[in-house]
């Protein structure tokens, strides 16, 4: 369909344009966002795309996340974090919130992965599961949070 | 013997052509560069298996790489072989061309994965995918094989089905059911595939379309029958078949616009495409009766099966009358019950074969021909 120069040159730049974009968004809210530290709970499945990673429960500090009436379907939630609280919409007196969906009583916020090299995955999951384990973040004033490193005893996993 | 040596052999038999143009035509068909096929299948073959290599060390996250160099060497590698592809084409290298591209198109896959582990995204595959088939659009419209955009095709629809499924947007209109979903993707595929042929002719990414359209349809049916078979009527109501009900008016507008086909043609695609839609709707109606499924099946296949005959299309013809063939053998299992039954069943099914096949094979030309016929 495309037989043109400068329609091939288009068809090729733009793929590279849009990973170099999503990249940089990417690394916007990390030098952005506030950073905030959450402690979890976790295992350790695969993924065929990007390698291993632990999949976790954050631990929020804050009772009744999705709960009330059962949905039947996804819908968008908000976890405050200062101060502590949960709501179906948009709050106004929140200085730290985590926008996300609730599904299936769960709250998922993107963050609910950390992706790990394939030798050091089976040492990780254990001392996840055996020590103190928290995950770093970075938020934006809009609530998209993204990871920026995994804790084990207050200290990067990197360093151990 | 080649199948051409064989038909050259029998055609000088028969006087048709003499020995000398047998030899002829026998070198012809030797020194042209069209056998360059086999060639292009395993370079495709091993620059598709390169780029899942690729994926899979990406897949490994070395540990010692720093992010910043994994990035970098990432997109050097998507620049060079974009630029690769470019410069192929420019140099008129087919094949070359279709190689990098087949490259660039996986390494665009394994960049987002790449991004995804690096900075920790929870997203889905189907997201990767969507989002992959989005930028590389144009990739696989630039391909002129039809590899490219069938890997494209592969990635769209699979990605598109499960956001349908899963997807919160989505997921208040079909309800996480299967059969609106199974029923809408073909006919997203028809569309796409009517819009690429009116734009850019008989490409590769109409082909792959159209493949898909045939296979998803087929596949969809099956879905829309086993929900009968789990003895589950569930009624969805009208709004999970609406997003069904866009596509297939936007596919008949298509179909009747369509400069390819007659007039009879079209009535026979807009029929099959009206055939179609209607077993999805059984539960609505509160209708349960395994016939009235497999009375949908087996119009849809026919007409199906004429409108190919018609179009010359004789190989997809004859496995729409295998599958129709197949279709009549499980009504047969369907209709009937008990061991002694089904062992009458399965003889008068098999003698019905047999007998089937012989006609087949003595009248074919004669049927082919009627059906052909059929339309003109």
Redesign the interface.
Same mark, same amino acid.
């Given at each position: 369909?495309?037989n043109s120069?400068k329609?091939?040159?288009?068809?090729?730049?733009?793929?590279?344009i849009?990973?170099?974009l999503?990249?940089g968004y990417?690394?916007y809210i990390?030098s952005v966002g506030k950073e905030v530290t959450l402690s979890i709970t976790g295992y350790d499945p695969r993924?065929?795309?990007?390698?291993?990673?632990l999949v976790y429960t954050i631990n929020y500090g804050i009772g009744g996340i999705c709960g009330g009436p059962a949905y039947?379907?996804?819908?968008?939630g908000y976890v405050c974090l200062e101060p502590k609280n949960f709501t179906y919409h948009k709050p106004n007196n929140c200085e730290t919130m985590i926008k996300g969906?609730c599904n299936r009583g769960g709250f998922?916020?993107?963050?609910?992965?950390?992706?790990?090299?394939?030798?050091?995955a089976r040492k990780l999951e254990d001392l996840v599961q055996t020590n103190d384990a928290s995950i770093v973040l970075s938020i934006t004033r809009n609530g998209k949070a993204?990871?920026k490193d995994l804790l084990i005893n207050g200290k990067s996993w990197r360093d151990r | 013997m080649s199948r051409l040596d064989k038909m050259l052999s029998d055609w000088v038999a028969n006087d048709l052509i003499s020995d000398e143009q047998a030899k002829k035509i026998t070198n012809h068909e030797n020194y042209k560069p069209s056998h360059s096929w086999v060639l292009y299948g395993f370079l495709i073959l091993g620059a598709a298996t390169i780029g899942i290599g690729i994926?899979s060390l990406? *897949? +490994?996250?070395?540990?010692g790489i720093p992010d910043a160099l994994k990035?970098f060497v990432d997109?050097a590698l998507?620049?060079a072989l974009?630029s690769g592809?470019?410069f192929a084409?420019?140099k008129n290298k087919p094949i070359v061309f279709e190689v990098l591209l087949i490259s660039?198109i996986i390494l665009?896959?394994?960049?987002?994965?790449?991004?995804?582990?690096?900075?920790?995204?929870?997203?889905k595959?189907y997201q990767?995918l969507l989002?992959w088939s989005i930028?590389?659009a144009?990739?696989a *419209? +630039?391909s002129k094989r039809s590899f490219v955009p069938f890997i494209w095709a592969t990635g769209f629809l699979f990605g598109i089905t499960f956001a349908a499924l899963d997807?919160?947007a989505f997921?208040?209109i079909f309800?996480?059911h299967g059969s609106p979903v199974a029923m809408t993707i073909p006919l997203i595929s028809a569309l796409l595939a009517i819009i690429?042929r009116r734009?850019?002719?008989e490409?590769g990414?109409t082909a792959a379309l159209r493949s898909w359209t045939i296979t998803g349809g087929l596949v969809a049916l099956v879905i829309a029958e086993l929900q009968l078979w789990r003895h589950r009527s569930i009624d969805l109501g009208i709004a999970a078949y609406l997003p069904g009900y866009v596509f297939a008016a936007l596919t008949a507008l298509g179909i009747g616009m369509s400069i390819d086909y007659k007039k009879a043609q079209k009535y026979l695609l807009l029929a099959t495409l009206g055939l179609y839609l209607v077993p999805f709707h059984f539960p609505m109606f509160e209708i349960q009766h395994k016939i009235s499924y497999a009375f949908c099946s087996v119009a849809i296949l026919a007409t199906m099966a004429v409108f190919l005959a018609s179009l010359k299309h004789r190989k997809l013809f004859q496995i729409f009358l295998v599958a129709l063939g197949i279709r009549f053998l499980v009504l047969y299992f369907q209709a009937l019950g008990g061991l002694a039954t089904t062992g009458f069943g399965l003889i008068i099914s098999g003698t019905i074969i047999i007998a089937m096949v012989v006609v087949w094979n003595r009248y074919r030309k004669e049927i082919t021909t009627w059906a052909e016929g059929l339309v003109e």
């Open positions: 369909m495309i120069k329609g091939l040159l288009i068809a090729l730049a733009t793929p590279i849009a990973l170099a999503l990249a990417k690394k990390l993924d065929l795309l990007s390698g291993r990673y039947k379907h996804k819908k968008p969906i998922e916020a993107g963050i609910e992965r950390f992706y790990i090299p394939e030798g050091e993204q990871i | 994926i990406i *897949a +490994a996250n070395w540990n990035l997109f998507l620049i974009a592809s470019y084409w420019e660039f665009c896959l394994a960049s987002i994965g790449l991004i995804s582990q690096i900075y920790h995204t929870g997203g595959l990767a989002l930028i590389t144009g990739v *419209a +630039a997807s919160p997921q208040p309800q996480k690429c734009l850019g002719g490409g990414q």
